[in-house]
Structure formats: C-alpha cells, structure tokens
C-alpha cells in the first residue's frame, strides 16, 4: 500500500505514514521526522528557552511517538497529537526547573496588515526576521506574555497548530483560543508598535 501512494506521486497525510508505519514500513517515520523536527524544535525553543535541550526534547518527543504508534489515535490529526507529546515533555522539564510556520499578522496604527515571518530555519525561530532588532524586541515581546498567552502564541506561530489543533491538544473551547491569541496579538502588537508604524513609513515611500 505504502509503495503503491509513492508510485503514483501523491503525497500520502501523516495518518497514512502512521499506517504505513504500522504495517511496517519503518522509512514512512523517517518521512514524519522530516516534516515535523524543525516545527518541534523551533516550538520547544522558546518553550524551554534553550537550543539544546529542545533538540534533545525534539528527539525524545519523536522517539517517545515512535513507540506509541498503536496507540495513536486516528481520530485526531498526527501532528495534534505529536506536539501533545513535546508539550507534555517541555511541561515535565519546566516543573523539575521551577522555571517558566506561521506569520504573526497584525494591523498597524493606520489599519493596514504587517505580517511578520517566524519560520524556523535553523538555530533562531526568529532569524529570517531581515530587521534583527525587530526580531529581539518580537522575542523579548513573546517571552513577557503571561504563560497562557505565550504557549498559545509559540502552537500557533512556532507549532504551527491550526486554532482548532490548539483547542484539541489543550482541551479548550474553540472560542477561548481564538480570545486569548487574540489578546496575546494586541499586547505584541503594541509592543512592537514603532517598528509596525516604520514599516507603513518604508512601504509609503
């Protein structure tokens, strides 16, 4: 089966690689390791707020998967249920502490939208960000969100969660998600307010 989706070129969903997996086909996995080690990565970053132990965190999250394939449950997407895994890992590693791709769009002060780019591609969530000051004070920005706006905000823009992926992996209401991102978006967007009205200035000129 797994051969037969590859010979004709389509592109077969994670639940199908999960299958695939399940009737052992391990290099399906490596598939699911490609798609989704950045995004973890990136995600557990600036969870954890260390490069290192996000990849060692990255790695144990996609082991930990790995294992427990039968008994994912197909009624959810994959990648729900994978970032539920490194979700639940950052969380662990944060209590033993004691410690706390998709565009960030926002209006700025003349209404227009200003999307801001937080792809990881490497070392820095952020380093695709052409203005490295924008990318520190954006930074600085999300990391002085209070906890519940913050961890939405790093599913969303880091994860790269769907809004509805959000409220299944944290077991609130659809609604609630879009309210608190949206708060999250307001104190970010004024915060970074300067830098919004500066790039309206450039694009005018």
């Known amino acids: 089966m797994a051969h037969a989706v590859r010979r004709t070129g389509l592109k077969p969903s994670d639940e199908d690689l999960v299958g695939f997996c399940l009737d052992g086909d391990s290099r399906a996995f490596e598939v699911l390791v490609a798609r989704y080690q950045r995004r973890l990565t990136g995600f557990l970053t600036h ?36 970032f539920r895994i490194a979700h639940n890992l950052g969380v662990d590693h944060l209590r033993r502490k004691t410690v706390p791709t998709r565009p960030i769009e926002m209006e700025n002060p003349d209404g227009d939208r200003v999307e801001l780019s937080v792809t990881d591609g490497g070392k820095d969530p952020l380093g695709h960000l052409e203005n490295r000051e924008l990318a520190a ?34 077991g609130i209401p659809l609604g609630t998600v879009k309210n608190k991102l949206f708060r999250a978006h307001t104190v970010l967007r004024n915060a970074l307010s300067r830098y919004l009205a500066a790039g309206t200035e450039g694009g005018s000129a």
């Not at 990849?55 to 427990?68: G, M, P, V």
Request: aromatic content about 12%; charged content about 30%.
């Open 137 to 170: 004070e954006l930074r600085n920005g999300i990391g002085r969100l209070r906890p519940e706006y913050r961890e939405l905000v790093l599913l969303r823009h880091f994860a790269g969660l769907s809004y509805q992926e959000i409220s299944d992996l944290k």
């Open 47 to 82: 969870f954890v707020g260390d490069l290192e132990l996000a990849r060692e965190l990255t790695q144990e999250s996609l082991l930990r998967a790995w294992k427990a394939l039968d008994r994912f449950d197909p009624s959810y997407k994959f990648s729900t249920w994978l």
